[in-house]
Each structure stands twice: as structure tokens, then as C-alpha cells.
């Protein structure tokens, strides 16, 4: 079946523009997660969705960053008026187990985001 | 708070060599430890897991055991291959929290 889907999967914009990347988890996941890889911080969580609900968004930067998932499948991460430290690459990953600790994440390709 | 410390990289070995990459973490509770790898190219895939105390889990020829007394899950494989390139992550998962937690990252380059 397919796995985790993002788009795109580069997006260069300038600074003080605002980007919206896409996430498509595997079908049936309900844990979707958000994560940020960049030279500086390595491997950084974003947020968590269990559904529509985010019980975690402890890893969200500043209040430019922000995300839904609407109808349980679909999440959008929104960076507004984008500087240039938000340059990384954004993963999406998605779990079909919540609420264990075995929590097995299947990663999508990332997005590679680049401020100018 | 939970973190996880991964032996710095780059490493570089030689076809047939032993590898160990050493990972320790700190957490409270009884989190479930993974190895995520990333081929050149590609997406971060698990590589393998273990989800309680003396669990050792396995994979393509890698393992690595869970030990709580020394709080360390060190990834080790008796002889690498040049497919065996690439960038390896340690992580972690609490009980009662989602995210993962991630090491820095150790890249591995296998030479011929």
C-alpha cells in the first residue's frame, strides 16, 4: 500500500512569505506527527495529531508555526511570515497505534524548505 | 527532560568491518527504543525496535539490546556492507507521550 505522502517536496520562498506543506499518512492512521531536520538542531518534534486533535504541540517553535488535520487524514503545517532559521527539511510521519509505547512511525519523504 | 546521546560521526569503514554505534538515553519511566535509518536519497526508515528491558531487537544483520542498568541500546552489526551507508538515529518513545525522540544522527560510510 502507500506510504506516508508529502508535497511538495521542495518549496524555496523568501522571507516574510507564509508556506503550507502537506502531509498524507498511511490510510487508517490516526497518530500523525510532524518532526523538523535541520544541520543545527538534527531531528526535532513538531506536533502530534491523535484525529483531528493535537494533545502535543509542545515542539512548535513560535506561534508563526501552526497545524490541522481535518477529517482524520490529511494535516497541513503552516510557517507565516517564514525567516530564514526556518530553512529544514519537515517530515511527516504517521503511527497506527496511540496511547503505547510501542510506537512504531512510518516517515513520509519530507519537504525541503528553503527561506531565502 | 527525555534525550537521547549518539556517538558523534562521521564513521568510515572498511567492507566486512565490525560496527557498533553507541546510543544512551535518559528518560523517565520505561520508554520503547528504536534505530531509524536514512539511505542516501530516501526517508527515515525503522530499523529496529525493542520496547522493554533486556529485549534485544534485530534486522538485516544489525541488532542492538535494551539495557536499562547502563540506559544504552547500542547498535551493532558483525560485518557492514557498503549498502550498509547511510545515516543512523537513535530514538526514543515514553510511555504516555508520542513524539520520538531523536539522537543527532551518526553517518556511516562503508568503503570497499
Known amino acids: 500500500g502507500a506510504g506516508v505522502s508529502q508535497s511538495p517536496s521542495n518549496k524555496v520562498t523568501e522571507k516574510g512569505k507564509d508556506v503550507e506543506l502537506r502531509c498524507d499518512p498511511i490510510?487508517?492512521?490516526?497518530?500523525l506527527y510532524w518532526y523538523r531536520q535541520s544541520l543545527g538542531q538534527g531531528l526535532e518534534f513538531l506536533i502530534y495529531?491523535?484525529?483531528?486533535?493535537?494533545?502535543?504541540k509542545s515542539g512548535l517553535p513560535s506561534d508563526r508555526f501552526s497545524a490541522e488535520r481535518t477529517g482524520g487524514s490529511v494535516s497541513t503545517l503552516t510557517i507565516q511570515r517564514t525567516q530564514q532559521e526556518d530553512s529544514a527539511v519537515y517530515l511527516c510521519?504517521?503511527?497506527?497505534?496511540?496511547?503505547?509505547?510501542?510506537?512504531?512511525?512510518?516517515f513520509g519523504p519530507g519537504t525541503r524548505l528553503t527561506v531565502l | 527532560g527525555d534525550s537521547v546521546t549518539q556517538m558523534e560521526g562521521p564513521v568510515t569503514l572498511s567492507e566486512e568491518a565490525f560496527l557498533t554505534i553507541n546510543c544512551t538515553y535518559t528518560?523517565?519511566?520505561?520508554?520503547?527504543l528504536f534505530w531509524y535509518v536514512q539511505y542516501p536519497g530516501e526517508g527515515l526508515q525503522l530499523l529496529l525496535k525493542?520496547?522493554?528491558?533486556?529485549d534485544k531487537g534485530s534486522n538485516k544483520g544489525f541488532e542492538a539490546t535494551y539495557r536499562k542498568e547502563t540506559t544504552s541500546f547500542h547498535l551493532e552489526k558483525g560485518s557492514v556492507q557498503v549498502s550498509d551507508s547511510a545515516v543512523y538515529f537513535c530514538?526514543?518513545?515514553?510511555?504516555?507521550?508520542?513524539?520520538?525522540?531523536f539522537g543527532q544522527g551518526t553517518r556511516l560510510t562503508i568503503n570497499p
Open positions: 510521519a504517521s503511527s497506527s497505534i496511540a496511547g503505547s509505547s510501542y510506537n512504531e512511525q512510518f
Open positions: 490510510s487508517g492512521h490516526t497518530a
Open positions: 495529531f491523535q484525529g483531528n486533535s493535537a494533545p502535543d
Open positions: 528518560a523517565t519511566g520505561y520508554p520503547s
Open positions: 525493542a520496547t522493554k528491558a533486556d
Open positions: 530514538a526514543l518513545s515514553r510511555e504516555g507521550a508520542q513524539k520520538l525522540v
